[in-house]
């Protein structure tokens, strides 16, 4: 095995003859190392950014779908970007102060296609805690241009509790 055969961006080779199949196919343990590689990439997918994922409003999380939380006096306000899924594939729950996006984005294309891919397949969930009393019957999601919108309007006592305090210099 040469260092290029670790290198997952150098792996397809431009002088390959459509229909043959690849080296690395014939043979079952390039294929398992093959695999072995995509799943530490999977793995290690949410590290990208030098930290780990774990700061993440719901603890320890895949990352995806990317949340975006507003919270006000009124209402939380919770968008989730999910591209390339349709309503059917998303389900929202709502359960004892914790609200959960469930859901699956299944690949166009069969993994034998495939010869490299940064995009997410499969399952996702996320949970996200509210921390606040809310108004189960006014909750609202609505989807649009694979953005998710799910407003909470939180309930009159959780308003009442917010007490401001003031800065003394």
Known sequence: MSVRDLIPWGRSNGNQVPGLP???????????????????????????????????????????????????????????????????????LLDDGVLTLKGEKRSETEDKDRQFTERYYGRFERRIPLGVEVREDEVDARFRNGVLTVTLPKDEKAQSQVKRIAIKH
Not at 26 to 34: A, I, V
Not at 49 to 67: D, I, M, Q
């Open 22 to 92: 690849r080296d690395d196919d014939r043979d079952p343990f390039l294929s398992l190392h093959r695999e072995v590689n995509r799943l530490f990439d999977d793995v290690f997918r949410g590290f990208g950014s030098g930290l780990p994922s774990f700061a993440g409003p719901s603890g320890l999380s895949s990352g995806w779908p990317s949340v975006e939380i507003s919270d006000t006096d009124k209402e939380i306000r919770i968008t989730a970007e999910v591209p390339g899924l349709e309503e059917k594939d998303i389900e929202i």
